[in-house]
């Protein structure tokens, strides 16, 4: 007996940009997930996707309504996107309920309430992101803060990245069917799985032998570390080095690039000007092997 | 009278929702609502203009690479070095564009629109020995059918063994969208959302295994285009040649043109593209474009009216929810002060007016064994045919570019940021022609505007009441049943709509 897990996914202020990274996903493959058991006695439906599924309109948003009357605390809510709150959520809708628009905060929060588990998958789910950033002109917030304000208590795991590697949401959703929801001690204080955000980018970076040697990239296409072209790597904690992306094909040091840290909480406003050197307020630059080249000389 | 309202248009990316009237089963008018204003553009103010190219390229997580190419088109021209970029990060930008945009095409085709047309419940009796056709069947008897189930009924019209055919394809078509992907990984780091372009020319150091990899990769996805996706457009546009006869819309076409095909050349209305820059309707007779007759107008959208529309480089972003007679997030934009219709059409359109004798040969064969005229390009059918071709057309120029790259050549030119400056990016995303303007002050964004692909055909009516293309293409059609209005999402998915770039 092959035992479902309903899932529905819903898209708030987002570029769809999480969910194209879904679809990258190797192994399992995005068909595994889909059609196949992505683990052994298991199928993920996922019953609504708006950028996958073939119903439109009223009959897409009945399988919504259909999901809370029949599975009520049954279900996974995968929530893309950071949340509108500013003049009650007019700046994002989706259909219509009493003859005006939905808002994306409603909708949320009435999922969220009838669900088993919340995953926050990018980091405008997360943590606000790129919509919110300075000014936040549509007042964006986390789904969390969301479900926080509507007193809606779920288990709730925050799944950065922008967007996060396929690999961390599917293996956080393969965790919960393996081994049940993570336990405190496997996420960290952002609630993020410590499996993969439990290092810095830096802590791994191949580049990290030149950062110890003092030698630094001047431009792009330079041999040695790009903390001076900006790279966010020492205060950004994602498995990237490790894992690599798009199959294990790169990553972006991998293409001569800085890290912009994308899968923090301070991203974008505090981990911009992307191609200026971190503050070393912020970081400290170690002295490797307690002196520097000038001092070696 | 009565109306048909969808709400979510699914299968497209982003919020949109259409809103029709009825008259004698006919649509009579429409309107096209996005529904989700970001404000990117406002965002954007104040901040470093380097920083422009990772926050444009969060406008779409669908086509970030172009808002990469754009941005960085626009921030090269401000900076003063649009002349200066190296011949290999000029090639190094079109092979990371060109293979972003041929797996968006299939993209398209399979995951969003195929739906509409291929039956999945076919494969419930194959009775083959393919593995993947036996899993769906699998799939089918467990009977929990999301996200493929509901959907709309009584239009599937391919024979049951090429539906079944088509299935298998759409399950290709993932493997070989991904291998797209891993192509642009290679030479821009990660996708969606990568690093690799940049004012100045791109961020890799390129090597022949890089070469080498993308080359094998490059194999597959022309071979898929070839033998799988084109023949599947053909066979689904013969099984619905009535398509090729409702959905036209406002049979004007605008293409900015793209991929570079030379140095040097500082004005991006002045350089040789692979598909070529222009203006043309459904007559066939190319005009050359001229930037400064773009203006958007926002009299039906949620904005600050302005006295006049204003063109991009000096335009405005100041949402006014409920403002009275709007009705969408979606500005207006206008060529001339008329209605254009932008994406893959308007590229081949541009193309073959211009007498471009590749696209000729493709669209005059693809008609030929359709037994259609060229006015059957101006359809719902005519898109799709026209996005294939547009496939077929970049991925037949990737492999001649790759191994133009010279490995130990420049691949980057150093600038001094300057104080005060601006800049046009134009170029064509996967849905149509792309445009970002850039004005500095202070060595700071003081403006950002950007024009995008679904800006231009999700576009409400502007301040003389025209319809925008997608509610032109709707309007008319005859709707055989209500409750499965086919038609209606057809037309809107022939244009790949993409909602998160039309408002931003």
Known sequence: MVSELPVIWLQGSTCTGCSISLLNSASPSIKNILIDQVVPGTHVNLRFHAT?????????????????????????????????????????????????????????????????????????????????????????????????????????????????????VVNTIASILLRGLPGPSELDDNLRPLAFYGKLVHENCPRRAYFDEFKFAKKPGDEGCLYELGCKGPITYADCPTRRWNNGTNWVIGAGAPCNGCTQPEFPDLTSPFYEKLPETVFPVPKAAGITPEERK | MSTIVIDP????????????????????????????????????????????????????????????????????????????????????????????????????????????????????????????????????????????????EGDYRLPERISQQACAHYIEALEIRRTGEEMVSIFSGKIPHSVGIVPGGVTCTPTVDMITSFLWKLRKLQQFVNDIYLPDVLAVAGAYADYFEIGAGCQNYLSYGAYDLENGQADVTKRKRLFPQGVTSSELSVQPLDVSKISEEVTHSWYEDSPMPLHPSHGETMPRYGKEDAYSWVKAPRYDSKVYEVGPLARVAVAYAAGNPAIKSLVDSALKELGASPSALFSVMGRHLARAVSAKFIVDNLERWLLEIKPGEPTFVEYRLPDEGAGIGLTEAARGALGHWIEMKDKKISNYQCVVPTTWNASPRDKNGNPGPIEQAITGTRIRDRDNPFEIVRIVRSFDPCLACAIH
């Open chain 2, 9 to 152: 248009v699914t299968r497209i990316e982003g919020h949109l929702k259409i809103e029709t009237v009825m008259e004698d089963g006919v649509v009579k008018e429409t309107r096209s609502v996005g529904n989700l204003f970001r404000g990117l553009e406002v965002i954007l103010k104040g901040r470093d203009p380097r920083d422009a190219q990772v926050i444009t390229q969060r406008i779409c997580g669908v086509c970030p690479q172009s808002h990469a190419v754009a941005c960085s088109l626009a921030l090269d021209s401000a900076f003063g070095i649009a002349g200066m970029i190296p011949n290999n990060a000029r090639t190094i930008r079109n092979l990371i564009q060109g293979a972003h945009m041929v797996e968006d095409h299939i993209l398209h085709f399979y995951h969003l629109a195929a739906l509409d047309y291929v039956d999945i419940k076919a494969v419930e009796k194959y009775s083959g020995g393919d593995a993947a056709l036996r899993s769906v069947r699998q799939f089918i008897e467990g009977a929990q059918l999301g996200p493929f189930m509901p959907r709309y």
């Open chain 1, 52 to 168: 996958l599924m073939a119903g439109a309109g009223e009959q897409a948003l009945e399988v919504i309504q259909d999901t809370l009357a029949r599975d009520r605390g049954g279900y996974v809510l995968v929530a893309e996107g950071a949340i509108p709150t500013k003049s009650d959520g007019v700046y994002g809708s989706i259909g219509e309920r009493g003859g005006r628009p939905f808002s994306m905060k409603e909708r949320l929060e009435e999922l969220a309430a009838g669900s088993l588990a919340v995953l926050s998958v990018g980091t405008c789910a997360s943590f606000g992101g790129i919509p919110a950033a300075y000014p936040n002109p549509t007042e964006c917030r986390p789904v969390k803060w969301v479900l926080d304000m509507a007193g809606i208590n779920k288990p709730l795991i925050n799944i950065p990245g922008c967007p996060p590697h396929p690999d961390w």
